[in-house]
């Protein structure tokens, strides 16, 4: 019988989640999904320095609103460094490791040496065979230490599989005897990934790219601790539309998961949007549930070519990918309206616009005119900035559409205050009543209706475009609309 996979997501919290750790989150999470496995979330913050409790936050809450739920953990390496060592001297005492006393300056002048003579500069294993005697005198000389592997010298090589990037070849030759332990006691980063790993029984690591240079390392410190080696796979870069490496640096903002969030995406139209992102199956299919992500989800489908993350030429801070765009708005006009609700709920009461009778009486009303509006809608957002006033009557009005629909036509000063009493007046509002209404007003005074609908609209929702004037009208409701049409003489002052 197979083994159960074991995946994880070990994120260094020196910074925010950034997209490509989210992307790998997913893939190890869709993995152990599939598989019926574990998945394990293990924050990697053994770099004191540089890790902080506010990365920590941000990476747990970053993950929590993608929806990816871990099995085991949050749980700490810096817990384990015990452990670490306990390897380290394992590594000792069955010789695959050793003591080495050479020092700093040494090792500088040594390599310094060796680059004029353009020869190799890896350590040259100065005290790779010191005898215990040797050993011993220093040690009551109290002389400092680093502990390094003894790579071996036969001739032979790592090899391994990466189910992305394929056969890996390293000569031993090629790799120095590395530090696994600093002269101040501490394990390194390439021994306390490894041993975590061992200890958490991981079958398969998916990880960045950059993990790429250092699996031969690690697999020799597994064969040396005389571990099982899991599958690696190493995923391909993300790079911007001028194939720049995707970087806080250069792109700001917008590599940061949260930047997401806040403008206006649904956590899983996220996930969507980041899986396709190195990764695609057979079919044309790009709008997968959560379900069929996980079925068709596999490691063969990760590409081995870089991704392209589009941002705007002139600045690359500037997010415009197009892909994303539309995957987002596909789900905001196609869910189910009530798994829409609590992400639009949320934007309304941040812009300090919501009212508890939206989830109260007026609860079938507000979900209907979400409905209504959102065909046009790409981000969750647009239900505060181009929806506004379906919900408040606190609303902006489009520049552009203020011109164009109301100042040109400089008679609606009179028609507004007609049509809000006439309107005013109708007993039963609705679809067909309002209608009625407006196309006899039209008529009889000879006016185009479309002048007097483009300008109705702009009164009453800020904004040029939108669903149908007599279904908007309906659902801003008789009071409202004669109200705004009222005030909207106010423009022509
Ligand atoms: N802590 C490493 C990082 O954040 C992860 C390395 C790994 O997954 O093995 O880059």
Redesign the pocket.
Known sequence: MDERVIVRF???PTGYLHIG?AR?AIYNWLYAKKMGGKFILRI?DTDAERSTQESIMGILDGLKWLGIEWDVGPYFQSEYIEEHKTAAQKLLDSGAAYKCFCTKEKLDQKREQARQEKRDTKYDGTCRDLTPEQIAGKETRELPFVIRLKVPQDGGSVTFEDKVYGFIEKRHEDIEDFVIVRSNGQPLYVLS?TVDDIHDGITH?L??Q??LANTPKQILIYRALNAKIPQFSHMSLTLDTKKAKISKRKHGEIVAVDFYRKHGFLPWAFVNFLVLLGWSTSESTQIFTKDELIEAFSFEGLNKSNSIFDVRKDDPKFFTDPKAISINSHYIRNLPIEDIFPFVKMELKKAGKWDTSFDGDKREWFLNTMDLIRSRFNFTTDFVTLGRAYFSNDFPINEKALKKNILKHKTLKDWFPMLANTLEAVKIFNLETSEQVIRDLAEKHEIKAGILINGIRTAVTGQAVGPGLFDVLVAIGQERVVARLRKATDYFE
Do not use: L, M, Q
Request: cysteine-free; glycine content about 24%; hydrophobic content about 15%.
């Open positions: 070990a994120p260094s750790g790998t990697e990934n690591i990880r960045g950059d993990g």
